[in-house]
């Protein structure tokens, strides 16, 4: 059952927005795994598919907690927004959907203002692309975003440490892939621009 409305949540909700292929999903599971290592007691995460295909637009949804939670539905009111693609900013429309205390992440070489997000409460912009690139995170010519943007997640939420997130890429990436997505999601822990509003 949902927590009741007006009430502090119990929970913190993340919604991951990318385009197949990208990582969102990946992105997703690595945070559960991360808050599974400091943890957490409470962690569900859950992909959600529209056109099953390379470079349609997927979600994934992911509820932490200290507490045990045992909350399924997909995402509706989050914390945190990432978004892996900016190409989706006109089709998510954001700032109409979601409340401006969210914050938000974005894969960008842009502003807030620029991106017509410079309402919400805090932000962080980095360019993951580029750095996916430079680093060799490339599947048939497309840059995957997922561990890149995990810096930016540490940075700018204070949920997970950085080494736990670098445990989890560990377990998930093997040798010398590994060490790519550690040194791309160190370079955008780094370079993420922060702005806050107020």
Same mark, same amino acid.
């Given at each position: ?53 390379? /470079?349609?637009?997927? @979600?994934?949804?992911?509820? %932490? ?6 909350? #399924?539905?997909?995402? $509706? &009111? ?27 992440i974005v894969n960008s070489t842009r502003d807030p203002v620029e991106l017509h997000l410079d309402g919400f409460r ?13 680093? /060799?995170?490339?599947? @048939?010519?497309?840059?995957? %975003? ?6 930016? #997640?540490?940075?700018? $939420? &204070? ?40």
């Amino acid at each position: 059952m949902a927590d009741e409305p007006g009430k502090a949540k119990k929970y913190t909700e993340v919604i991951w927005y990318g385009r197949g292929g990208q990582g969102a999903i990946t992105a997703s599971q690595l945070v559960a795994e991360a808050a599974c290592i400091e943890g957490y007691k409470g962690i569900t995460t859950a992909p959600s598919f529209g056109a099953e295909r390379r /470079g349609a637009p997927v @979600a994934a949804f992911l509820r %932490l907690s200290r507490e045990p939670i045992r909350i #399924f539905s997909q995402v $509706t &009111d989050p914390n945190i927004i990432v978004v892996l693609d900016p190409t989706l900013l006109p089709i998510l429309d954001l700032r109409t959907r979601f409340d401006k205390n969210c914050t938000v992440i974005v894969n960008s070489t842009r502003d807030p203002v620029e991106l017509h997000l410079d309402g919400f409460r805090k932000m962080g912009i980095a360019d993951i692309t580029s750095v996916a690139v430079e680093n /060799g995170l490339t599947i @048939a010519g497309v840059a995957i %975003l997922n561990t890149p943007i995990l810096g930016a #997640f540490v940075r700018l $939420t &204070d949920l997970i440490g950085m080494p736990s997130i670098e445990t989890a890429i560990k377990n998930k990436f093997g040798g010398g892939k590994a060490e790519r997505n550690l040194a791309a999601a160190r370079i955008i822990y780094d370079s993420t621009r922060i702005y806050e509003r107020g």
